[in-house]
């Protein structure tokens, strides 16, 4: 039985409904079902194999990935793939905007995208046909960005995107500073491809060349790029690195492609026209006896699962449709599938190992060991049943780094039998379906953290509050009651430092073929020395890439300074606080101020009304009024609450402050030429205006503020959740490589 979040992300994301929003699946066990019937009807005996590929859904022991339980089944024109790669930009404009049409078409049916605009010329290159200078990469991707606002994928969301540009670049400089201008290529994830030349030119100081086309641009420092990167992650959050040439050395399909991009979130690098069919072993519900000396995964249980997870991601490419004939061709010609886990981290809590500990490190690396271990035997068995993949070449797949490193049982099976899928493993980033299997942790994420409110919506509309807790932590207060210490292995996200995510990382890399989606969530008040080494440790630590996330001025963040309590006193004859609040006279003098916002139709009026009181005028309410239909329902909130506050007196500057802290996810807007983050800001910034005009605050006051702001997380591992773009809660996080609401499920990337 689904309560709380999951029933909410179940009915919202992945329930099936008719075209009038009436529901064709009624409970969670008909989806599964649906699932289950879909993936089966390849199969010789189709009514077997959908009573086992149930039998690991039911309780959620193996999550396919949203698109295939949102969509396998449900007769609609969507792919069960989650992303794609696209093909090889053209350096000319036909061909440029016809992979603009078919990155619409892509995204119109579901799926993410992945790019890499290394291959147009740099910005000022000439281009002889019309005797111009070119534009660059740079305005191009502004064009797709701009499509991805608008096609709404599969029918209810936005897309996501990954940008790639390789190290060697002329444009690379501006690709990295790209998204420190607020608002801009807000679809896109960006990442730099870093080759091993260019590391080793960073080790050694050296000059790096800038070259497109066979031709040198400029030479710049390898380390002062290398900086350039680094000092944009820190201010901005991006880019992330791809480790490119260990990727294509790595890759089992060497011998066959070229790989230049990875989906949106980077678990996939991915040849042109690739595709992203994904699957997530729970290891949170194959603990046994948690939380006891004797807690262990429970391996039988995994060993049944496995083989059951590969037949049934297999089976998604025949029975999926595709977007583009190409996409479909390149699946199916080398039918590879990222197995992957979630709930790592509940495993561990529950197995009483701390994340990021040897022990840790140990454990996981078992685990991730066996799990490689079964999906190359179950492929293998699958392709003596079915056939292996159509360019499957044994002495050339055999030869490859990641299949020497196997056992010999398995590469002398691969020998005798070939292998079904190309590639097997990956960890992708799990954000809704976790949640709807009750809060596990994201895939291989640490727990970002162990409770938290939420607002749930009930079927007459009305809100409530309601405690969301983590999997792990919920098991355990069940079984030793709320007021049992938590142990020292219960660790979030807060209390790691950097290393302690890149050495888990780099644990499961090992065992994984394909990548991994992680992301180091870090403190604002990280200096950037501490900062800086960050993606040199990953490629020393043979990971495949990475990405850091720490909150920062552009992104934006709700800052909460702790406010002290009102009591009825006068402090210094300055600030009133109340315990009940002030009665309305009858009349109130006061101001209206009007307001233009760009995405607005019609003007905002804002009007504040003052009061006397303890000898000093101070707001007392506010009203927000607009022919502004959209705006109504939150303006109406929004000025019942300020003036509750306002009528409770105290120092009520802070509710500009609040104000002003929030960042539109979408971008701001340019108001009398300063930038403004959001409309809720430019309001603050009115009622400021009138504070300081009633002399309610002075000038000098917004000096302080500002300090305040950078002053406000001073704990070296506090994390600051941002404003989700569809619920508005502050409880957006950055995790493996996307963007989740943990308040509404909301997800970039699903």
């Not at 009915?11 to 289950?36: C, H, N, Q």
């Not at 969507?78 to 790669?85: D, E, G, K, Q, R």
């Not at 109504?632 to 509710?655: K, N, P």
């Amino acid at each position: 039985m689904l309560d709380g979040i999951a029933a909410q992300i179940w009915d919202m994301k992945y329930r099936l409904k008719g075209p009038e929003g009436f529901p064709i699946d009624r409970t969670l066990e008909d989806s599964w079902m649906r699932v289950a019937n879909a993936l089966s009807v390849t199969e010789e005996d189709p009514a077997f194999w959908s009573k086992e590929f149930y039998s690991v859904l039911e309780d959620f022991k193996f999550l396919p990935a949203g698109r295939i339980i949102a969509g396998a089944g449900s007769d609609r024109r969507v792919t069960l793939f989650n992303c794609f790669v696209m093909g090889t930009i053209p350096d000319d404009m036909g061909g440029i905007f016809e992979n603009l049409k078919e990155a619409a078409l892509t995204m119109q049916q579901g799926g993410g995208i992945g790019y890499d605009f290394s291959s147009l010329r740099p910005k000022g290159a000439v281009v002889k046909g019309v005797c111009a200078d070119a534009s660059g990469p740079l305005p191009f991707m502004d064009v797709w960005d701009a499509m991805c606002k608008t096609i709404m994928s599969a029918g209810y969301r936005r897309g996501a995107m990954m940008a790639t540009m390789r190290c060697d670049h002329p444009d690379i400089e501006d690709f990295i500073s790209a998204k420190q201008e607020a608002g801009r290529l807000n679809m896109f994830n960006l990442s730099v491809l870093i080759t091993d030349p260019f590391m080793d030119a960073v080790k050694n100081d050296d000059k790096w060349d800038l070259v497109f086309g066979g031709k040198t641009h400029r030479s710049i420092g390898a380390r002062d790029l290398w900086d350039c990167i680094m000092r944009s992650t820190y201010e901005a959050a991006e880019p992330g690195v791809i480790f490119i040439d260990r990727i294509n050395r790595l890759n089992n399909l060497y011998y066959c492609e070229d790989i230049k991009a990875t989906n949106p979130c980077g678990e996939q690098p991915l040849p042109p026209y690739g595709a992203c069919d994904l699957g997530s072993i729970n290891l949170a519900r194959l603990v046994y006896a948690p939380f006891t000396p004797e807690a262990c995964l429970d391996e039988a249980e995994l060993a049944r699962i496995i083989p059951l997870a590969v037949r049934m991601l297999d089976n998604v490419i025949d029975v999926s449709t595709f977007p583009l004939e190409t996409q479909a061709k390149e699946a199916k010609s080398k039918r590879r599938v990222g197995l992957g886990v979630t709930g790592l981290a509940d495993a561990l809590i529950m197995c009483r190992v701390r994340y990021g500990s040897p022990e840790a490190i140990g454990i996981v690396g078992s685990w991730m060991e066996m799990i490689q271990r079964l999906a190359y035997l179950a492929s293998v068995e699958l392709a003596a049943e079915k056939g292996a993949f159509p360019l499957f070449d044994g002495e050339a797949y055999l030869a490859g780094d990641t299949i020497m490193g196997l056992d010999e049982e398995i590469r002398q099976s691969i020998k005798a039998n070939g292998i079904r899928n190309g590639l097997l493993t990956s960890i992708a980033p799990t954000g809704t379906i976790s949640l709807l299997a009750g809060n596990v942790s994201s895939g291989i994420e640490p727990v970002f953290s162990y409770e938290y409110q939420r607002d749930v919506i009930s079927d007459d509309g009305t809100k409530r509050l309601e405690a969301v807790t983590d999997y792990a932590y919920s098991l355990f207060r069940r079984l030793y009651g709320l007021e049992a210490p938590l142990p020292s292995y219960f660790v979030d996200s807060a209390e790691l430092k950097p290393e302690d995510h890149l050495v888990m990382q780099a644990a499961v890399q090992e065992f994984v073929d394909s990548s991994i989606s992680k992301t180091i969530n870090l403190p604002k008040s990280i200096s950037f020395e501490s900062f800086k080494d960050i993606y040199a440790q990953a490629y020393q630590l043979d990971c495949k890439g990475c990405t850091t996330y720490r909150p920062n001025d552009i992104t934006g963040a709700v800052l909460k300074p702790n406010r002290p309590e009102p009591v009825d006193e006068i402090g210094d004859g300055s600030v009133v606080y109340m315990a009940q609040p002030l009665e309305r006279p009858s009349d109130l003098g006061g101001s209206t101020y009007k307001i233009r916002w760009a995405d607005s139709d019609h003007s905002i009026y804002i009007t504040v009304n003052d009061i006397e009181n303890g000898g000093r005028r101070r707001p007392y309410e506010v009203f927000i009024n607009s022919k502004n239909m959209e705006h109504y329902a939150w303006t109406v909130a929004l000025t019942r609450m300020i003036s509750a506050v306002f009528r409770r007196g105290g120092d009520v500057v802070f509710v500009v402050e609040e104000l002003k802290a929030v960042f539109d996810p979408r971008g701001g807007q340019w108001v009398d030429g300063r930038y403004v983050p959001s409309l809720l800001a430019a309001i603050g910034e009115v009622i400021e205006q009138h504070l300081i005009s009633i002399g309610f605050m002075t000038p000098d006051d917004q000096i302080a503020e500002v300090s305040k702001r950078e002053q406000a997380v001073g704990d070296d591992y506090l994390l600051v959740h941002r404003q989700c773009p569809k619920c508005g809660s502050a409880s957006l996080i950055h995790e493996e490589g996307c963007d989740r609401c943990v308040s509404c499920g909301y997800s970039k990337c699903s």
